[in-house]
């Protein structure tokens, strides 16, 4: 299967490429009684499963952690993006991996010199509500909670503020999930520091997240109930220093993610990755043919990432004049991912919930998103005031300012001056949680799978047939689009 990219195609002869927007799904006879009926259960790789197929990009102004913490818990995954020094690019994976683990086992600290501007300043930065107070040796002297630091001034010393230890409730290391949350709610507190024989701090249990493993059933997880994440890695320079920290930080997947994917450079750092983490999950990419796919898929690639230039923020079509419209890139693509039983991303131009539909039924096991993903409250970046409303930035990659950003990381400023954007910059008005798109492209792929009779992802690639449309079809297709006034 694939033919896009066939070499061996007369020049002459021009294959025609679609996009979401010129095709529907046909319905058929469903024996689905209702949308809950149906399993949105997929791969993101070949190891990971999760339960709704949707990814939030590796873009810096999409995801950090906040956004893959809301993700996972959705029952999606994000990937961190890579625009980052490392050490930070780590920081961002440890906090989504500490944050429902109903035992944090390093919980942070805080030493008892240290003023209550400086601890609050610390809490903020990691993203908490208290710090355990512990002395050199990690020998817990007693907690600062958000209700001590508000009753204290400034300039005072933690330990004067800090709840001590001897009115602290605290557990043994091996506390059941029960017993924590007895103690936790019969004393009335939100944290639980675990202290072992010798006095010193071996972990913490919060209500919030106890609370999160009863609530979310969807969420993704690892093997220790972590929430799963993802962090993306380029293909040179100290791309394995980065993928190696990664992985020591226990992130879930590493992402390779460069424009063009199917190149030597990215099928030899696949391998390289491959080779030295055995047991890694490497998802490789951009990739738009079946050549493409399969080449990332023989040099290891747990899943292939498609999608060249259809993202809203890419200018790759109209600046290098390449790429091909997305639902063809998938349908070339799907027999190979069939073949290979590696999962497909479906990565870029997701506009509407039918899109999702639309992705998963050409063979995708997952899509990923940017733009309806950005200006959300958990999207990193600066917002931006004007004229009352609120906004925040989404940029390209590859655009000027982000590779600008990129360039200062690497130590290489003077690349920039011959710099081409193929991604372009701009502000989208702050728009909620993310929670609430992801429920509307839920609901949408839920909703397509019926229509087809799909009650599982497998069965929407089986039972999906597309028709082509015309303009006028796309134009009968978008409600309250101009049409004639019947008068
Ligand atoms: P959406 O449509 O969801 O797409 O905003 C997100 C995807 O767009 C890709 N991306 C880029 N492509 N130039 C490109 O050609 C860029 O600067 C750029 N930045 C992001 C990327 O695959 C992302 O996941």
């Known amino acids: 299967g694939g033919s896009l990219g066939a070499v061996d195609r007369p020049p002459h002869d021009i294959p025609i490429a679609l996009t979401y927007d010129d095709v529907s799904i046909v319905p058929r006879r469903s024996s689905v009684r209702s949308r809950r009926d149906v399993s949105t259960r997929t791969r993101f790789t070949r190891a990971v499963t999760i339960e709704i197929p949707l990814v939030s990009a590796n873009m810096d102004t999409v995801t950090t952690a906040p956004m893959a913490i809301a993700m996972a818990k959705l029952g999606g995954i994000g990937v961190i993006h890579r625009f980052l020094r490392v050490d930070e690019q780590v920081e961002e994976v440890t906090r989504v991996k500490r944050h429902t683990n109903y035992v944090i086992e390093q919980p942070y600290t805080i030493l008892p010199d240290t003023t209550i501007a400086a601890a609050e300043a610390e809490a903020r930065r990691r993203g908490v509500t208290g710090l355990v107070v512990t002395d050199g040796s990690r020998r817990v002297l007693g907690m ?77 997880r690892d093997e220790r109930g972590r929430l799963r994440v993802g962090g993306a890695i380029g293909v040179r320079g100290g791309f394995m220093a980065r993928a190696e920290a990664l992985l020591r930080a226990d992130c879930d997947v590493l992402v390779l993610d460069i ?57 790759t079509r109209v600046v290098a004049g390449v790429g091909i419209p997305q639902l063809s890139a998938l349908l070339d693509c799907a027999p190979a991912a069939r073949a290979t039983g590696v999962p497909m991303i479906a990565d870029g131009g997701i506009r509407r919930p039918g899109d999702v539909a639309k992705a998963i039924g050409a063979g995708a096991s997952t899509v990923m998103v940017g733009s309806l993903f950005a200006g959300r409250d958990e999207s990193p970046g600066d917002v931006v005031k004007r004229h009352g409303q609120t906004y925040k930035v989404y940029r390209g990659m590859a655009s000027r300012s982000a590779a600008a950003a990129r360039l200062a990381i690497e130590g290489r400023d003077d690349a920039l001056d011959q710099y081409v954007p193929e991604g372009e910059e701009m502000e989208f008005p702050l728009r909620g949680p993310v929670a609430d798109v992801v429920g509307e492209l839920v609901g949408g792929l839920r909703s397509g799978m019926s229509y087809v009779d799909a009650s599982t992802i497998e069965q929407m690639w089986e039972r999906c047939r597309f028709v082509r449309q015309t303009e006028s079809g796309r134009r009968e297709s978008h409600p309250g689009s101009p049409r004639e006034d019947p008068g």
């Open 144 to 220: 600062l909670t958000a209700r001590d630091v508000r009753a204290a001034a400034p300039e005072a010393a933690v330990k004067e503020a800090m709840t001590p230890f001897d009115a602290l409730i605290t557990a043994r290391p091996g506390v059941g999930l029960d017993q924590a949350r007895a103690l936790l709610t019969g004393n009335r507190i939100e944290k639980l520091p675990l202290v072992d024989d010798d006095g010193r701090l071996a972990g913490l249990i919060t209500l919030k997240d106890l609370d999160a493993v009863r609530e979310l059933p969807l969420a993704s």
């Open 259 to 315: 424009a063009h994917g199917h190149s030597d450079q990215a099928i030899a750092a696949v391998r390289e990755i491959k080779d030295a983490f055995p047991t890694s999950q490497v998802v490789a990419g951009n990739v738009a043919t079946a050549a493409g796919f399969r080449d990332l898929v023989d040099a290891g690639a747990d899943a292939v990432k498609v999608g060249i230039g259809p993202g809203f923020a890419c200018s």
